[in-house]
């Protein structure tokens, strides 16, 4: 590949300008003509029956323009992946926090005041928050058709388990627990809906996955697709959080019936009690081992919440049964999962998608394998981990993986061996790997992808529309850069267009680490088709032909001759008089060599590439508290080449941070049947007196199949992160963490009970 320019370099977010000064407009900013304040009223139950619903004084109230109900929704049934939703509860409520009905008022005092005149008579019934229990029999039914509450199972083999097992020198089998966690984006969920004179209704949001929302909330409200606009402004962060949520439909309904835009913002308690946060999953894990080390088996049984409504847990939950065995070379893995609904929160994605919770514990067990075996923790993901043009047992063809090298140099840099064979009381060191998707085909069925816009006008201005989601991780930067490479141009020349669906082109969105590749290599495409018009009106004011033309630093020129030159601006000017007015439009897509996997086997080459990281985590545990600080961090992550290196530095660097708050702190508890922790005074995150020295090592094999041989980095970031501090943890006390968040006093007892020594 020849020299690049702008790929490879780090540059600030394209927005971070704004973002600083506060110029940037979120959801929360936005205003319109007559627009009315939406707020909702919530069940106070975790599970009740809805006996009346008595609106007239709400409805009455000065100032109060629309007050709605199940009853004024189209009664529609629906959801992103199972219909199990209605956009408020009917018959009854099912989860603390539920949707009962709606306000929209002249302001937010009135509304709130009319929400208290809204009657509700409720009847209560018995609910269930622990999946475990809900699968038992006589458990009360979160939905009446789900017989054992089971809301989806999910199978997979490969090999024969149960004779690799028999043969194994070693296995290890426990059971470990992950639990419900929270984004805890800057901004919470919000809408901003209206409704034109011919009844198309307009959403503005911050989402991940424009399009495919709009899909899903068509159904809901009994229109058609083309009926549905979907407009993404900036937004606060998302972590997979914000996708599809009752809110954004309240909105609609609301500007529906008063007729006027209204905007509906999560309260900060709202967004706990009604977000979709992480799935909690209970893990039972077996694993095998030669004598030598070689992987030979692996069976694991998985069961995940669900909560009230399936959202994507149950993709999630197969995500936890089976991404993990292709990090190894595994042969003889099986795998059984279990969605089940409770009367809590509906949890749906989450950085990481079942694959961070199932990274917990493999590399837990893995660790647990070494210690049996007298083996180095980091020898033993050497010796089993995939390499590059490897086909692992899911039939993943794995381009490039720079696993091994990550080992290596993260070893390096942590002075792994030394600090392993010191040993220091209370202090430790601990590794985990981790692999993980660069886009992920079975996710949408009907295809994965990516697709460009790239528009030059006649003064040279560059506007790039792609139909992804830019959440704050600097993906619009990342296709500026990408853009403004093919090009030959400045960064300063490429804008990239707010996503809206009337007008960008259709794309997947935000998940699955997906937008750098799959969406990056769209953009790509359509500054090569753009590109290409160029150079041969340059071709021919040169007077030479189109191969022969380059473009660097915004001039044409001949590489033939390269005295003479045209800028970039001229050739797009001369351009645009050619055509009459209209401007150089590019256009392009991206099919990835992606498959459906087999129905019965689940094999298939599910991504165009494949992610790999390794991270080593020291920590020391206060033997008098249990309290454990994390002191010192490395990561070192396959990400194909950097496209940005200063924003893949901060990917890991996030990641990281949100796995330390989860791995030590952070818990959305319950007590009957309610959330009581859901704000940001009870539920701790962490700041950054606890957030360790990092550094981010950045590996870079080139990706065969990436944008200029890039992958994503955006989930990988988190995974190995709790494995890396527990099995610190491990190293410092000789105790094993199998169940998250960390507890400091479970944690003292059983340090005491091992016998270690507690300071007087």
């Given at each position: 590949m020849s020299q690049l320019d702008i790929v490879g370099k780090s540059f600030p977010q394209i927005a971070a300008r704004e973002k600083a000064t506060g110029e940037t407009k979120f959801v929360t900013d936005l205003v319109l003509p007559r627009m009315l304040c939406g707020q909702v009223l919530r069940s106070p139950y975790p599970h009740a029956k809805i006996i009346s619903i008595d609106t007239a004084k709400a409805a009455a109230l000065p100032g109060v323009k629309?007050?709605?109900?199940?009853?004024?929704?189209?009664?529609?049934?629906?959801?992103?992946?199972?219909?199990?939703?209605?956009?408020?509860?009917?018959?009854?409520?099912?989860?603390?926090?539920?949707?009962?009905?709606?306000?929209?008022?002249?302001?937010?005092?009135?509304?709130?005041?009319?929400?208290?005149?809204?009657?509700?008579?409720?009847?209560?019934?018995?609910?269930i928050i622990s999946p475990l229990d809900a699968m038992k029999q006589g458990a009360p039914l979160v939905h009446e058709d789900k017989p054992g509450n089971i809301g989806a199972e999910f199978k997979v083999e490969a090999g024969d388990v149960d004779r690799a097992m028999d043969d194994s020198y070693v296995v290890y089998e426990d059971h470990f627990y992950t639990n419900q966690v929270y984004q805890a984006y800057m901004e919470p969920m919000s809408a901003l809906a209206d409704v034109d004179l011919s009844g198309r209704v307009s959403i503005w949001t911050g989402t991940q996955i424009p399009n495919m929302m709009r899909m899903t909330y068509a159904k809901a409200l009994g229109m058609s697709p083309d009926s549905l606009r979907i407009v993404v402004p900036e937004y606060g962060g998302a972590f997979g959080g914000k996708m599809e949520n009752n809110i954004h439909l309240i909105a609609a309904v609301l500007a529906q019936k008063s007729g006027r835009p209204v905007k509906l913002v999560n309260t900060r308690h709202d967004d706990f009690l009604a977000g979709n946060p992480r799935v909690p999953m209970h893990f039972d894990i077996k694993i095998g081992a030669t004598q030598d080390g070689i992987l030979t088996a692996k069976d694991v049984k998985v069961v995940g919440a669900a909560g009230a409504r399936l959202v994507y847990s149950q993709v999630i939950v197969a995500t936890a049964c089976y991404r993990v065995?292709?990090?190894?070379r595994l042969k003889n893995v099986r795998a059984k999962g279990y969605t089940v609904y409770t009367n809590s929160v509906p949890t749906a994605c989450f950085r990481g998608f079942g694959n961070s919770q199932s990274t917990?514990?493999?590399?837990?067990?893995?660790?647990?394998?070494?210690?049996?075996?007298k083996i180095d923790p980091a020898e033993l993901r050497i010796k089993n981990g995939m390499g590059s043009n490897e086909t692992s047992v899911h039939g993943w063809k794995i381009g490039s993986s720079g696993l091994r090298e990550c080992v290596t140099k993260a070893s390096k840099a942590a002075n792994w061996s030394q600090k392993k064979n010191n040993k220091t009381p209370f202090k430790g060191i601990g590794l985990a790997c981790c692999n993980h998707v660069s886009g992920n085909?079975?996710?949408?069925?009907?295809?994965?992808?990516?697709?460009?816009?790239?528009?030059?006008?006649?003064?040279?201005?560059?506007?790039?529309?792609?139909?992804?989601?830019?959440?704050?991780?600097?993906?619009?930067?990342?296709?500026?850069?990408?853009?403004?490479?093919?090009?030959?141009?400045?960064?300063?020349?490429?804008?990239?267009?707010?996503?809206?669906?009337?007008?960008?082109p259709f794309g997947l969105g935000s998940f699955a680490t997906r937008g750098t590749l799959m969406g990056g290599n769209g953009v790509l495409a359509a500054a090569k088709d753009a590109y290409d018009q160029m150079a041969d009106i340059a071709a021919d004011m040169l007077n030479t032909k189109a191969?022969?033309?380059?473009?660097?630093?915004?001039?044409?020129?001949?590489?033939?001759?390269?005295?003479?030159?045209?800028?970039?601006?001229d050739i797009a000017s001369e351009a645009t008089i050619r055509h009459h007015g209209a401007p150089i439009v590019g256009?392009?897509?991206?099919?990835?060599?992606?498959e459906l996997p087999d129905p019965d086997t689940k094999k298939g080459n599910i991504s165009p590439a494949y992610p790999f990281g390794c991270q080593i985590a020291e920590v020391e545990v206060d033997p008098d508290t249990g309290q454990v600080s994390v002191t010192n961090f490395v990561a070192a992550h396959d990400v194909g080449r950097a496209i940005n290196p200063m924003a893949t530095v901060g990917q890991i660097q996030g990641g990281i941070a949100q796995g330390l708050g989860w791995t030590l702190m952070e818990n959305m508890a319950y007590e009957d049947g309610k959330m009581i922790n859901a704000d940001f005074v009870d539920y701790i995150v962490p700041s950054c007196f606890d957030i360790p020295d990092i550094k981010a090592i950045l590996v870079e094999p080139i990706e065969p199949n990436g944008p200029y041989g890039a992958k994503g980095i955006g989930e990988p970031a988190l995974n190995p992160t709790m494995a890396a501090i527990t099995n610190a943890i491990y190293d410092a006390t000789g105790v094993r963490i199998k169940e998250l968040p960390v507890n400091p006093q479970k944690l003292l007892a059983q340090i005491q009970k091992l016998g270690k020594h507690v300071k007087e």
């Open positions: 629309a007050v709605v109900t199940f009853q004024d929704t189209p009664k529609i049934k629906f959801g992103p992946r199972s219909e199990d939703w209605t956009i408020f509860a009917s018959d009854k409520t099912r989860f603390h926090g539920d949707e009962v009905a709606a306000v929209a008022a002249v302001d937010a005092d009135i509304a709130e005041q009319a929400l208290e005149l809204i009657r509700v008579e409720y009847e209560e019934l018995p609910y065995d292709s990090l190894y917990f514990v493999l590399e837990s067990a893995l660790d647990e394998l070494a210690i049996q075996l085909r079975p996710f949408a069925r009907e295809f994965d992808g990516g697709s460009g816009i790239v528009r030059v006008g006649k003064d040279g201005r560059i506007t790039v529309f792609h139909g992804e989601s830019d959440m704050g991780q600097g993906q619009n930067t990342t296709f500026a850069q990408i853009v403004a490479e093919r090009l030959g141009v400045t960064m300063d020349m490429v804008n990239v267009a707010q996503v809206d669906t009337d007008i960008s191969a022969d033309v380059a473009c660097r630093k915004a001039m044409f020129f001949s590489k033939s001759s390269s005295e003479t030159k045209i800028s970039f601006q256009t392009g897509f991206y099919k990835p060599p992606t």
